[in-house]
């Protein structure tokens, strides 16, 4: 199992370092996009949707509403510095803050979201939404 994590870090790592140096920003907006969309399909699976059906669902709902979020941006203002980022950078400290919080309390945290899909739903796209505009951010740094 180790041997196959190492592999596909291994093809990974160049391919990520090539993306974020070589590519256009809006190029790389696209592929970032892709990979918080294959990041739902997975947390989908963490979040209990059991058919493939659901997390398809779930993956081109989170596509959409980071495309919705990209293309609201003026196209002169792609930083971030607009509202719309900077609230998704700052909810997703205040996740943060709540994440830890569960996870020192744990496994008597577990009782607040282990039956609930929705909150697990919205612990997933506190995680994801604030990644996609961090690697934007970062992106636009190069």
């Known amino acids: ?3 196959y994590r190492l592999i596909s870090a291994f093809v990974l790592i160049p391919v990520v370092i090539a993306a974020l140096f070589l ?13 918080c969309m294959l990041a739902a399909w997975e947390w989908g699976q963490l ?13 081109v709902l989170c596509g959409l509403l980071l495309a919705l979020m990209l293309f609201l941006l003026p196209e002169y203002h792609r930083n971030i510095h607009q ?5 998704s950078l700052w909810a997703s400290l205040g996740w943060w803050v709540v994440a830890l919080l569960l996870v020192l309390f744990y496994p008597g945290s577990a009782a607040i979201w282990r039956n609930s899909k929705t909150l697990r ?3 997933g796209v506190l995680t994801i939404i604030p990644f996609f505009w ?4 970062l992106r636009a740094w190069h």
């Open 1 to 3: 199992m180790l041997k």
């Open 23 to 35: 590519l256009p920003p809006v190029g790389f907006a696209i592929v970032t996009l892709v990979v």
């Open 47 to 59: 979040s209990g949707f059991t058919t493939r059906t659901q997390r398809v669902w779930l993956a």
């Open 83 to 87: 509202p719309l980022v900077e609230v």
């Open 121 to 123: 739903v919205i612990f």
């Open 134 to 137: 961090g690697m934007l951010a």
